[in-house]
Every structure is written in structure tokens, then in C-alpha cells.
């Protein structure tokens, strides 16, 4: 489904990475500082790698020997950033429906009826990012990605930026996403946590290299500083 | 009453003044935001020679920036020349030539505020913009305008009003005259030149004044609404 083999130099740090993964929803997992954000960016199209290439379903999205590098606005992959990225000047609602728009999707008032509930975020259309909580930022920008019909979902580390209780209350969404949602998803996260509610198959990136690729078991192989 | 009517001349200058400024602004908004965007986004060769070119007339001596034109966009001037050959436009003597005078003069103002507001802009919005498919030119037209809005009507409030009282680079390409090319400040100025003129330099001067408030808080008016619209409702 998914497989890349790419290199990319910033600055004096140097990133190789190279799997490939065909499960529904695959954790990218590893400490902070470790890459993660530039793979998923290079999948994204927001990143050029030096070399390698990618490929999603048997469609080559970024070959540097064959000069191919699909613009991110033709790759249709939901992002989901972490700290939400919603337009500030465009209601909930304008929000939702701007990547149905850009990409001129037939509309659907059922599909958008359904995420919305799943979301549960009805109540906000009319408000604009400002006067949304950390958690309905967050959950409004797991919508606006959803609603574009992406191919792949990309999430990077999408409860980062919020305080335990905020966590507790997205997660539920997440994990209804896996179960209801028919979009194979890659997850990014630092917590063993996270990625054992969501995932199936898990790539561990370490210092810019992926160390392992595998099942769970892998997140239980992390040596804890406070275990040693 | 009669001393506060303006005379039918007094009336073609203030016509004249704003017609020019109003050109100058609405003609130079797209060549500004071009320029404001090239400059606060994209990294190239020659960049700090275009800056220093916008910037030019904001510190050349204005009489200085009127010859320049004048030596290029006058009849004789090779760029005045090749537009009257191949368009018919003239610009010498004209109240277009007042209109292109007063739109350089403004344009480093216009470009100063248009790009101050995109630099503010977090280009992280605009990959967001991409993933969701929107090219760059979609891209720049639903998230980086918009965003950049109140600063795009700041530009336009102080280019129109540079537009309005510029005298030096006006008079110095098109000269001053009545009917075509006398604005309000070139009017004021021919006034005070001559016996008697100071009740109609005085009408004038009222007249300037009150444009410039209204110009000012009708700015006010949508910058506010536009960073209403911004920073939540």
C-alpha cells in the first residue's frame, strides 16, 4: 500500500528512512527530534526528499531519479497537523467544507452529517478557531481532513499539544475513526500509550533511521529511562 | 455663504485631485500585492535590488522622481514614446501622467503595508491550504488574502492619500494646469502665489482636510471589521 525509501539532509541532521506497511493504521513511533514529522511531511508532498522515492496503492507520488514529485494538492492525503492549522478567517462550517471545494467533490450532505455527528462538533458551525477549546480545534481538524475524502489519512501527533483531559476526550473520536472511517491512517506519536489504543503495525524511527517495523510487541521493547 | 462655495475651478481641482488619487491607488493595488508577495515569500537573486527600487521614491527628493518620469514616460521618453506608438496612451501633460506620477510616489507605501501583513501570515497555513487541494494560486487567493486584508486596506488608505497631496513629482512631469493637471495641491499652491488668493487656498485646504478624515476613519471602519472577522467574532 504505502512504501517509501527516502533520504533527506537538515542541516547537520540526516534522515534515511525506508518501510513499508499495508495496515489500516500504522504508528509512526519514536522520541521527539527523531524525524517523524519530516517522513510524514515528505509523504504529504510538503517536504522534497534528496532521494529515493514514494509510492501509495501503486501510484509513484515522488521519484528523485525519474524527476516525479506530485504536488500535495494532487496527492489527496488528509493532514492532520498538531497544532490544528485551521483557517482563522473561515467559520467551522467554512473550515469543514473548504477541502470538499478545493477539490471539487460533489457534496454530500449525508457524508457531512455523519463526520460531524461522529465529531460531534454540530454545535460549532458558526463559530471561527478562535473561540474553539484546544479539543474542538482539534477534532474540527480531524473533520476538515476527513471531509476531503483522502486517500490516506496523516495525523501528526494530534493530541500533543493538549493536557490529559483534552487527550481523554479525543481519543474516543479517534479510535471510532479506525472502526467507522474506511481511510487507512498513519499516526505519529511519541507515546507508547497512543499508539497501542490505535495502531496495528508500528514503525519505530529513531535518529532519523527506522529502527524496526513489526506488530505492538515493538512499543513494549522501548527502554524506559526510569526502568533501567 | 459665498466665501464657503468653491468657485467652478476650485470644483475642477478637487474633482480632478481625487479622480487622480483613485486611479493611482486602484491601478497600483495589484502591481503592490505582487510585489508585497514576491518580496515577503520568495527568495531570489536581485531581491534586495527590487526592494531598494519600490523603495526609491519614498527617499529620492520628489522633483527628482517627476524628472525621472519625464525623461522616460514624456513624449520623447522611450517608454513614453513606445506607448503613444503602439496604445495611444499619453501620459505628458496629461491627468494620466498625474495618475502615474502620484502611483509611484504611493506604491512604496502601498507595498510596505500589504507586505508587513503577509509576512504575519503563518505560512503553515498555507501548506494546510495545499494538503487540502488548493493550488497556489487557490491557495493565495482563499487564505493568504483574506488574511492579509486589513493590511491590503491600510496600504490603499495611505496610498490614496500620498496619491492626494503629491505635488513635487507631479508638477515636476505634467507641470500645473488648470483643468488638467492642477490637483488640489498644485491649486493651493498657485493661490498662494498670487494677490487675493487666500480665501480660495482656504476653501481648498478645508476641502483636503475633510477628505483626508473621512479617508481615514472609513479605513478605520473596515480595518476593524476585517480583524473582527480574524480574531473571532
Known amino acids: 500500500m504505502l512504501s517509501l525509501d527516502v533520504e533527506k539532509r537538515l542541516g547537520a541532521f540526516q534522515l534515511a528512512a525506508k518501510f513499508e506497511t499495508e495496515a489500516r493504521v500504522t504508528a509512526l513511533f519514536g522520541p521527539s527530534g527523531a524525524g517523524k514529522t519530516t517522513i510524514i511531511n515528505m509523504i504529504a508532498g510538503l517536504v522534497a526528499p534528496d532521494r529515493g522515492r514514494i509510492m501509495y496503492r501503486g501510484k509513484l507520488l515522488f521519484d528523485a531519479a525519474g524527476?516525479?514529485?506530485?504536488?500535495?494538492?494532487?496527492?489527496?492525503?488528509?493532514?492532520?497537523?498538531?497544532?490544528?492549522?485551521?483557517?482563522?478567517?473561515?467559520?467551522?462550517r467554512g473550515n469543514l467544507e473548504y477541502g470538499r471545494r478545493m477539490y471539487r467533490l460533489k457534496r454530500d450532505a449525508g457524508e457531512l452529517e455523519r463526520i460531524v455527528a461522529m465529531l460531534d462538533i454540530g454545535h460549532l458551525s458558526d463559530r471561527r478557531p478562535g473561540k474553539l477549546s484546544g479539543g474542538e480545534?482539534?477534532?474540527?481538524?480531524?473533520?476538515?481532513?476527513?471531509?476531503?475524502?483522502?486517500?490516506?489519512?496523516?495525523?501528526?501527533?494530534?493530541?500533543?499539544?493538549?493536557?490529559?483531559?483534552?487527550?481523554?476526550?479525543?481519543?474516543?473520536?479517534?479510535?471510532?475513526?479506525?472502526?467507522?472511517?474506511?481511510?487507512?491512517?498513519?499516526?505519529?506519536?511519541?507515546?507508547?500509550?497512543?499508539?497501542?489504543?490505535?495502531?496495528?503495525?508500528?514503525?519505530?524511527?529513531?535518529?532519523?533511521?527506522?529502527?524496526?517495523?513489526?506488530?505492538?510487541?515493538l512499543l513494549n521493547a522501548v527502554p524506559r529511562q526510569s526502568q533501567l | 455663504m459665498a466665501m464657503f462655495e468653491l468657485s467652478p475651478d476650485e470644483w475642477t481641482a478637487v474633482q480632478l485631485s481625487l479622480r487622480i488619487a483613485v486611479w493611482a491607488t486602484i491601478v497600483s493595488l495589484p502591481f503592490g500585492i505582487a510585489v508585497?508577495?514576491?518580496?515577503?515569500?520568495?527568495?531570489?537573486?536581485?531581491?534586495?535590488?527590487?526592494?531598494?527600487?519600490?523603495?526609491?521614491?519614498?527617499?529620492?527628493?520628489?522633483?527628482?522622481?517627476?524628472?525621472?518620469?519625464?525623461?522616460?514616460?514624456?513624449?520623447?521618453?522611450?517608454?513614453?514614446?513606445?506607448?503613444?506608438?503602439?496604445?495611444?496612451?499619453?501620459?505628458?501633460?496629461r491627468w494620466t501622467g498625474a495618475a502615474l506620477a502620484c502611483g509611484v510616489m504611493a506604491f512604496p507605501l502601498l507595498v510596505r503595508a500589504v507586505r508587513l501583513s503577509i509576512e504575519a501570515i503563518d505560512r503553515r497555513l498555507e501548506q494546510a491550504a495545499a494538503t487540502l487541494g488548493?493550488?497556489?494560486?487557490?491557495?493565495?487567493?482563499?487564505?493568504?488574502?483574506?488574511?492579509?486584508?486589513?493590511?491590503?486596506?491600510?496600504?490603499?488608505?495611505?496610498?490614496?492619500?500620498?496619491?492626494?497631496?503629491?505635488?513635487?513629482?507631479?508638477?515636476?512631469?505634467?507641470?500645473?494646469?488648470?483643468?488638467?493637471?492642477?490637483?488640489?495641491?498644485?491649486?493651493?499652491?498657485?493661490?498662494?502665489?498670487?494677490?487675493?488668493?487666500?480665501?480660495?487656498?482656504?476653501?481648498?485646504?478645508?476641502?483636503?482636510?475633510?477628505?483626508?478624515?473621512?479617508?481615514?476613519?472609513?479605513?478605520?471602519?473596515?480595518?476593524?471589521?476585517?480583524?473582527?472577522?480574524?480574531?473571532?467574532?
Open chain 1, 137 to 217: 480545534r482539534q477534532r474540527v481538524a480531524i473533520g476538515r481532513a476527513l471531509l476531503m475524502r483522502p486517500q490516506l489519512l496523516l495525523l501528526d501527533e494530534p493530541l500533543a499539544s493538549l493536557d490529559a483531559a483534552r487527550k481523554a476526550e479525543i481519543m474516543p473520536y479517534l479510535e471510532r475513526l479506525r472502526d467507522e472511517a474506511e481511510v487507512p491512517m498513519l499516526y505519529v506519536t511519541h507515546q507508547a500509550d497512543d499508539a497501542r489504543r490505535l495502531a496495528t503495525t508500528v514503525v519505530r524511527i529513531e535518529a532519523g533511521r527506522v529502527a524496526a517495523v513489526g506488530g505492538l510487541e
Open chain 1, 67 to 92: 524527476k516525479v514529485n506530485l504536488p500535495p494538492h494532487r496527492r489527496q492525503f488528509g493532514y492532520v497537523f498538531q497544532d490544528g492549522r485551521l483557517f482563522p478567517h473561515l467559520t467551522v
Open chain 2, 134 to 233: 488548493a493550488n497556489r494560486s487557490l491557495a493565495f487567493l482563499t487564505v493568504t488574502l483574506p488574511l492579509a486584508l486589513p493590511g491590503i486596506i491600510a496600504g490603499m488608505v495611505l496610498a490614496f492619500a500620498k496619491a492626494l497631496g503629491e505635488f513635487g513629482a507631479t508638477i515636476t512631469f505634467v507641470s500645473n494646469i488648470p483643468g488638467q493637471t492642477q490637483t488640489i495641491s498644485a491649486a493651493i499652491y498657485t493661490y498662494t502665489q498670487v494677490p487675493g488668493g487666500d480665501a480660495p487656498a482656504l476653501r481648498l485646504v478645508a476641502v483636503a482636510v475633510a477628505i483626508s478624515l473621512v479617508a481615514l476613519v472609513v479605513s478605520e471602519w473596515f480595518a476593524r471589521r476585517a480583524g473582527v472577522r480574524l480574531h473571532g467574532d
Open chain 2, 36 to 93: 508585497a508577495y514576491v518580496l515577503a515569500r520568495k527568495e531570489f537573486w536581485g531581491k534586495a535590488l527590487l526592494d531598494g527600487i519600490v523603495h526609491l521614491p519614498l527617499v529620492l527628493p520628489p522633483v527628482v522622481t517627476g524628472y525621472l518620469l519625464l525623461i522616460s514616460f514624456g513624449r520623447r521618453g522611450p517608454v513614453g514614446a513606445f506607448l503613444d506608438d503602439w496604445f495611444g496612451i499619453v501620459f505628458s501633460f
